[in-house]
């Protein structure tokens, strides 16, 4: 069988017929790009993808990285694809010309990442950390550190990574305990540890920038104490040269279920007291910074999460397609030639539950990164604003529903296998074990509820719910006046007006049960909030393939329009129900979790 990635006619239809980035153009900092150049780095991501990530991702995930004698090692097919991955410009994708850059819109440039994500997600994880970190030393790092640490970060000689946990402190940052002595001039001295880090230690390139919260010594208490350093793995002179060891020990390896490709490190934290940080910023406002990283890593999680679904159910539907398996259930002649798997109903249902979620995670992902390109270029000041307000709501329910149903997704993959798709024989019980982390890492999805409901649905009065489901209501009503989506147009609105009460409800009732009870509900109103989502950006795709197919219906695109409307027609009748369901127990803010106490386990 092939082992297709991506639909690169999906990715076309979501960026130029629903997202319509050419218009991106228009505007100064793009005005170099058009279709011809957007297509030609996503048609090199896919061929660097799939000739130089995908060829080594099962031989990464079963040979992970070593550790002898005081050295992480890593099969050399990894530095292979990541050298082919810097050569081609896309560690640098998103930076200016001037820096060596190819100046695309984060939108494009999140596009060609999903090639790399669906062919071997452990491998691109270095570069996905080197860029979040490249981004966040562009926005807050002082020139000389730029000078010494992003340039070589861009150019592909050192790699970046984020090293926030620690044993006693997860997701709890307020818990951090690795502290920060000053030695004048912005440096300190640093002590502690971390733990769960990835791409801390490895042999792909001259050294790693640590981006490192740490507490300055005498600081206060919990995330305020916190301040964000520049730790390198090894001391970098003035000049750029690589000294000696900056005291950063990797003391041990974590070996996980999936993405085993990635180096996941403890690392001892100045054990000897050589171990020197530079402050980025102001003291106290780490965390604050390294929000700026995280959040864009977030939305880079939903989209791996996205991109192993979609490749997980593609290669499902090409396994369904070519598998002969019984017969139709109305057919008792045992003689009867076989049909194929994709003829049996249920089959179709676990198709059509993949096709939901990973084309429906992707368009997701590529619309919250279009609110990034928008938030930081639009020439109007008040639509920069509504696109930050909307990228403040939508990360968490990306981030979190996503990764949560594209697991979902890839477990049916492996189901439409049956036993085949339990072993190792074929790649769609590692997609599940990969995508296995994305409900953990760069924030774990309980950690995302409590931050949608318990921050963003509140903050400033609501504005950035209110501007959603605007949104959400604008896509209703032009698919009301579409023929053949009137059911699916008023299935979202009362959806929308079931939200708005809802959470009405809850605010209140927050007021008289206490802020414990209110959060107790977080993951259901996640769960909620996903689904009503993932019901309109499958309306607003129906919309755009009813209209094409009015005016074409006899273009050979047909069948790609009528899966996408049908798909459309099992997102409202199969999911969306589910979240109606939910109402009255988030509105009661149930305690039933609350008060269930931990003698009676």
Known sequence: MNEPLLDPRDLNFLLYEMLDVEALTRLPRFADHGRDTFDAALETARQIAGDRFRTHNRKSDLQEPRF??????????????????????????????????????????????????????????????????????????????????????LEGRFFGTMALSEP????????????????GEGRYRLTGSKMWISGAAHDLSETIVNLMLARVRGGPAGVKGLSLFVVPRDRVGEDGRIGGSNDVTVTGLNHKMGYRGTTNTVLSIGEDGGCIGELIGEEGKGLAYMFHMMNEARIGVGMGAAALAATGYLYALDYARERLQGRHPDDKDPAAPQIRLIEHADVRRMLLVQKAVGEGGLALGLYAAL???????????????????????????????????????????????????????????????????????????????????????????????????????????????????????????????????????????AARKGERAYLANASLYMTFAGQVTLAWIWLWQAVLSSQALAAA?????TDFYRGKLQTCRYVFRFELPKALALADTLAALDATCLEMQPAWF
Request: glycine share 6%.
């Open 68 to 153: 002898r004698d005081g050295r992480v090692e890593t099969i050399p097919e990894i530095k292979s694809a990541l050298d082919a991955f810097n050569a081609a410009g896309f560690t640098s994708a998103n930076f200016d010309y001037a820096q060596g850059g190819m100046q695309l819109p984060w939108v494009v440039a999140q596009a060609c990442f999903a090639w790399f994500q669906a062919a071997n997600i452990s491998t691109v994880a270095y570069p996905f950390l080197t860029i979040a970190a490249a981004n966040l030393l562009e926005r807050f790092a002082n020139a000389e550190q730029k000078r010494r640490y992003l340039g070589p970060m």
């Open 168 to 183: 006693q402190a997860g997701s709890s940052l307020g818990d951090i305990r690795t502290t920060a002595e000053p030695l």
């Open 371 to 509: 609110l990034v390109d928008r938030r930081a270029l639009d020439p109007e000041s008040d639509r920069r604003a509504r696109a930050g307000l909307l990228l403040e709501i939508v990360t968490p329910i990306y981030k979190a529903y996503i990764s949560e149903r594209a697991l979902e997704a890839n477990d049916l993959s492996i189901q439409v296998l049956g036993g085949y798709g339990y072993t190792r024989d074929y790649p769609v019980e590692q997609f599940y074990r990969d995508n296995r982390l994305n409900p953990i890492h760069e924030g774990a999805n309980g950690v995302q509820a409590i931050d949608l409901l318990g921050r963003k649905v509140r903050q400033q009065e609501g504005a950035a719910l209110r501007a959603l489901i605007a949104e959400m209501r604008a896509t209703a009503e032009t698919a009301a006046a579409q023929p053949g989506l009137a059911e699916e147009a008023a299935g979202l609105a009362a959806a929308l007006d079931l939200w708005e009460t809802t959470t009405r409800q809850m605010v209140a009732a």
């Open 553 to 557: 219906p006899d273009a050979p695109t």
